[in-house]
């Protein structure tokens, strides 16, 4: 079996035994307004350099890495075509991926290390600490996921599809029971993910995720709404504001 190795781009074919693509690109900086947001501080007044701080050493702790796998996708039957064939559940990511002839389906996450550290600094009473920790972690996990997807991107510009924002289990009517899939198909074992037997992600910084590719068209061009604007929840304390939309 060849050595598998890190590299980072995208593979539209692979042939039995071919080693999958894995992104393990450093994590240099963690975004300070997403911290904030993530801790639940949005329109709060709080110390900045407590939140940079937190950010940075998040940053060292972080130990990203990622993995994915594209698969054909026959969406007038909604299945991903894999071995054995993995049927799409639910209306809000069969709408989502409509049209699309092929998915990638990838994991993420920012390792252990940063996980051990949220609990320590809780244990030893560092609340309002740890709560910053744990929210720089999501927003590094995130940023690795974004990161991977401008990896990819380039490559399916090239093969003339457009590519479709990621949707994970538990968006929208997505049940959670299908992680199981994605755990598999993403090949997730591969970095260090599993699933607990309440079906959450370990370690908890991590991320499933399927993204649609579909072929360009005249009226396949623009993607749809992502993330939080696609979202009609408008008073999450979370919600990261698209543009021109005042604060609350």
Not at 54 to 81: H, K, N, T
Not at 225 to 230: E, F
Request: charged share 25%.
């Amino acid at each position: 079996m060849p050595q598998r190795r890190a590299y980072n781009r995208f593979i539209y074919s692979r042939d039995e035994g071919e080693i999958m693509p894995i992104y393990n690109a450093p994590l240099t900086a963690i975004d300070t307004m997403e911290t904030k947001r993530y801790a639940g501080l949005k329109n709060a007044r709080f110390d900045d350099a407590k939140i940079a701080s937190a950010a940075d050493e998040a940053a060292l702790l972080a130990a990203p890495r990622g993995i994915w796998q594209q698969y054909a996708y026959d969406s007038s039957r909604s299945c991903v075509l894999s071995d054995p064939p993995f049927p799409i559940i639910g209306r809000s990511i069969q709408k989502h991926l409509d049209r699309c002839e092929a998915v990638i389906i990838l994991a993420a996450t920012v390792g252990e290390g940063i996980e051990k550290y949220v609990t320590e600094s809780f244990d030893a009473g560092n609340y309002a600490y740890a709560v910053l920790l744990d929210a720089a972690a999501t927003a590094a996990v995130e940023q690795v996921a974004d990161a991977m997807e401008r990896t990819i991107r380039p490559a399916v510009d090239r093969a003339g599809y457009t590519m479709r924002w990621r949707y994970s289990p538990g968006y929208g009517d997505w049940p959670l029971k299908e992680q199981p899939h994605l755990i598999r198909l993403s090949h997730a074992d591969e970095i260090g993910i599993h699933l607990t037997e309440s079906l959450m992600l370990w370690p908890r910084k991590s991320i499933t995720a399927i993204i649609g590719l579909a072929k360009k068209t005249p009226s396949i061009q623009a993607l749809p709404p992502s993330g939080c604007a696609s979202c009609d929840k408008l008073d999450c304390p979370s919600r990261r504001l698209p543009s021109g939309e005042p604060s609350a």
